[in-house]
Structures are given as structure tokens and as C-alpha cells.
């Protein structure tokens, strides 16, 4: 009884061990090392039967596929909740010999991937396996490796694939624009019979209320700040004090790091500091909304810009949140009295800066528009707003927000409500203009594919030459 017990041990964390691995690769299914000799190979050095044993089916430039890695896309499709029914291994080798191409154009076109930030993306996917499984040398184990550094120089290279590809394709589509005049004749251009329908949506706006934080309260983060600061002159580790101490769950456990140009979305604040250092500099403490942070700049590349950061923010006590909410308790007796609109509130009550000059109107984050689809819409935004009729204004609610923990108070309203339609030019343009542009940027990579495959070694041996790949990977 015990033997089984352990049998389905091992049986349970091998599952959770391949499940993290394979969840962790959505954009890049394979899962193999680069092998640089075979690129300079030409198909006569190659031998077929040698191929066939060491299991390689293609080879694009600097990179092979293995014919494992068609079992491992099949299995991360299926890992994910997806169907595997309609997919051919044509088809998934397809998508390998993409993912190569991607990331051997990658390097040809000197896109950089640093150690820095493939350390900090290797660790992050460690920490969550070894929190699933509890032991690294489990992690270690499953996948045939002798050591943590011999599976973490494997896993390395994994992620930098992985990153490069991810890099190429997305410096390739942000070339693409689209003029108003494209979007109108892409509109024109679908049968009235094949135009989409949209679903219900609503556009919301909000008031939000901070707490006011003390002098003091202050002082003393400025204070705990300035003293990691001088422990890092003194030549601790900035990446280990960003682990220990940073309140930023997006970039704690990677020693706070970021990569970001002067386009990143970051608030002005925390940009305007990072683009004033220099390599190796560490800024004095300074505050953004989110609280107080300091930065040390690892690395400057032209316009970019890498980075480590350290944000902590000040305790809010019982007494700011009485009173934060005591006053947003008065706006809204206002705004039910008919005192003051709801739009004219926010612009001049409302702590929230991103939405006080709109009136308070809130800006959809995945279409950058003011409507929220409400079957994707944030679970906690839509249980917020889903019973309001119209112009109600919500009771005082207390937010926290997720990454930094920040707590504030708010009050939101329905402003306007669409029901679900069909395409219109002039009600959907932003929608439509989004699928114009999509379709823009697939016809771009296609052009990108077919000079790239020209320019590029790929071979593919056995039985997968009789596939009908989409791009010509056979050079037909």
C-alpha cells in the first residue's frame, strides 16, 4: 500500500512538473537546444540515417527540430484545455519551422536578448515549479539533467528562443500602420451578410479617493529606501534587495527588473528618473502614485534602457481610510442631490489622475477605447457595475489595487450602455480599425516569410517532405 502511495507521488509531480513547463511556452511549443554545427552543414554532410537517430526533422538555420517536439506541442495544446482533434503533425511542424525562423532572424538581425533578462524570467518560471512541487531537484530529475546549473543552462536557452522569437515577430508587426482611408475600404470590403456582431457594452467612470499618508509615514520609506541605497553602494545586491524588500509583484522576484524605452507605459515620473541615469547610477528615492521608489540602470542600448527598481509604499492607517471614505461618502450625497454632475465631480474631487480630465470615464486597457464588452470585462469591475441602472452611482467601495496593494476609495457610474448589434462604420471604428490593422500585419508577416525562407538554410527530412505547409518551407 505504501509502494503505491509513492508511486503516485512521483506519477503526481512528474504531471505537475510537465503541465508548469508546457504552460509557461504558449508562443514557443518546442523544447530542445540549439545545435550551432548544423548550420553550416549543406544537405549532402547531413546524413539521413545519422538524422533519423538523433531524432532531428528540420533544420532551420541555427536551429533544429526534433521530432519529439510535434509530441510536445500536441501536449501543450491539450494542457491547456484546447483540442488537438483538427491539428495535423504537418500542421504543428509548421508552426516549429515559424518559431525557428523567428528567432534565427532574431539573431541575424542583431536583436539582443540579455542574461540579465533571461536570469530574471528563468527564475520567476522556477519559483512557480518549485512552489507546485516543492523541490528544485524534482524539477531537476524529471528532466534527465545531473545538476541545477546543467538544467538551468538548458532552461536558459529554452527562454532565449523563446524571447528572441517573441522580439522578431513583434518588431515586424509595429512596422505596420494603418490609414483611415484603409479601415473604410477594409469595411467596404465584407459582405453585409459576413459582418460581425458585437456584444453588449457598457462605458463606466469613477471618482477615487487616496488616503492621506502622513509626513512621517512618508519619511520613513524614504528613510528605509536611503538606507538599502547606501547598503548597494557598499556593494550588496541590488537584484537581492529588490527580492527581499520591493512591493512590485511584477518585478520583485526577478530583482526588479525592466526593460523599457521612453514609449513604455510607465508613469511619467518613473520614466523621467530612469532616462536621467546613467549606466551603474542609483537614483535617490522619489514617488509616483504607487508609492516611493529608487533605480540602479544595469544596461543603456541606444533608446533603451535596463534596469532594477525597488518600490515600497507607505502604510495607510485606519484613520486616512475613515477619512478617505467620509469624503467620498460627501461627493456622492452631491451627485444623488443633484448638487454637482458626476462628470464635474471627478474633474475636480478625484485623486485619479488618468481619468479626472475625462470626466472620470475609464479607458478600456485591452482596446485603449471607453467600452467594456461585458463578457470580458474584469470579473471585479463587472460585479461593481452589473446591477447599476442607469445614472446610479455606486456606494463607497474600497479597491485595492493588486500589484502594488495600494487601498483607495471609489464611487463608479454606468454612462452609457450599447446593446449588442452588428458592425456599424461609424459606432465600431475602433473595433474595426483593430481588425484591419490585424489583417495588415498578417499579410505582413507572410511577405516576411516567404523573403526570409528564400534567404535562410531549411531542411526538412523524411516523410514530412510530403507536408502542404502553408509558407514554402520546401522552397518548391
Not at 210 to 229: G, H, W
Not at 295 to 303: A, L
Request: net charge neutral.
Amino acid at each position: 500500500m505504501l509502494l503505491k502511495k509513492l508511486q503516485l507521488k512521483t506519477i503526481d509531480y512528474k504531471l505537475v512538473l510537465t503541465m508548469c513547463f508546457l504552460l509557461f511556452f504558449s508562443s514557443m511549443v518546442s523544447a530542445q537546444e540549439i545545435i550551432p554545427d548544423v548550420v553550416a552543414q549543406k544537405p549532402a554532410e547531413v546524413p539521413v540515417g545519422r538524422q533519423k537517430i538523433d531524432g532531428i526533422i528540420a533544420t532551420v538555420g541555427d536551429y533544429i527540430v526534433l521530432d519529439s517536439d510535434i509530441d510536445k506541442g500536441f501536449l501543450e495544446i491539450t494542457a491547456q484545455g484546447g483540442s488537438v482533434k483538427d491539428i495535423t503533425r504537418c500542421q504543428m511542424l509548421g508552426k516549429l519551422l515559424e518559431d525557428k525562423l523567428y528567432a534565427h532572424q532574431a539573431i541575424q538581425d542583431s536583436i539582443i536578448v540579455s542574461d540579465a533578462e533571461i536570469r530574471g524570467m528563468m527564475e520567476d518560471r522556477l519559483n512557480y515549479m518549485v512552489k507546485q512541487v516543492g523541490d528544485i531537484n524534482k524539477v531537476v530529475e524529471y528532466y534527465k539533467k545531473s545538476s541545477v546549473e546543467e538544467f538551468k543552462t538548458y532552461f536558459a536557452d529554452i527562454l532565449k528562443e523563446q524571447k528572441l522569437a517573441s522580439e522578431m515577430r513583434d518588431k515586424i508587426i509595429k512596422e505596420v500602420e494603418i490609414t483611415p482611408e484603409e479601415v473604410r475600404n477594409f469595411f467596404k470590403k465584407i459582405p453585409k451578410d459576413e459582418l460581425p456582431t458585437f456584444g453588449a457594452e457598457m462605458e463606466v467612470a469613477q471618482i477615487v479617493v487616496e488616503p492621506k499618508v502622513s509626513k512621517e509615514d512618508k519619511q520613513k520609506v524614504i528613510d528605509r529606501l536611503n538606507a538599502i541605497r547606501q547598503d548597494v553602494i557598499a556593494g550588496s545586491s541590488f537584484a537581492t534587495k529588490a527580492v527581499l524588500y520591493s512591493m512590485d509583484p511584477g518585478s520583485s522576484s526577478n530583482g526588479g527588473y525592466y526593460k523599457m524605452t521612453r514609449k513604455t507605459p510607465f508613469v511619467k515620473e518613473f520614466k523621467d528618473v530612469a532616462f536621467s541615469l546613467q549606466e551603474g547610477e542609483i537614483s535617490q528615492p522619489f514617488e509616483t502614485t504607487f508609492g516611493f521608489h529608487i533605480i540602479m540602470v544595469d544596461k543603456i542600448k541606444g533608446q533603451e534602457v535596463e534596469l532594477r527598481h525597488i518600490l515600497i509604499s507607505p502604510t495607510v492607517s485606519e484613520n486616512a481610510l475613515k477619512e478617505a471614505k467620509d469624503r467620498i461618502t460627501n461627493i456622492r450625497n452631491k451627485i444623488v442631490n443633484k448638487e454637482v454632475s458626476f462628470a464635474d465631480a471627478a474633474r475636480t474631487e478625484s485623486d485619479e489622475k488618468e481619468t479626472r480630465a475625462n470626466g472620470g470615464i475609464l479607458i478600456n486597457p485591452n482596446t485603449q477605447d471607453t467600452r467594456f464588452e461585458l463578457t470580458k470585462m474584469d470579473p471585479q469591475l463587472y460585479s461593481q457595475v452589473s446591477n447599476l441602472k442607469d445614472t446610479e452611482v455606486s456606494q463607497p467601495l474600497l479597491n485595492v489595487d493588486e500589484k502594488s496593494g495600494k487601498k483607495t476609495y471609489k464611487i463608479i457610474t454606468v454612462t452609457n450602455r450599447i446593446n449588442e448589434h452588428t458592425a456599424d462604420y461609424a459606432l465600431d471604428y475602433t473595433k474595426i480599425k483593430d481588425l484591419a490593422l490585424k489583417e495588415k500585419q498578417i499579410d505582413a508577416i507572410a511577405k516576411w516569410f516567404d523573403k526570409k525562407i528564400k534567404d535562410t538554410y531549411i531542411k526538412i527530412i523524411g516523410e514530412y517532405r510530403q507536408c502542404n505547409f502553408a509558407n514554402n518551407w520546401l522552397k518548391k
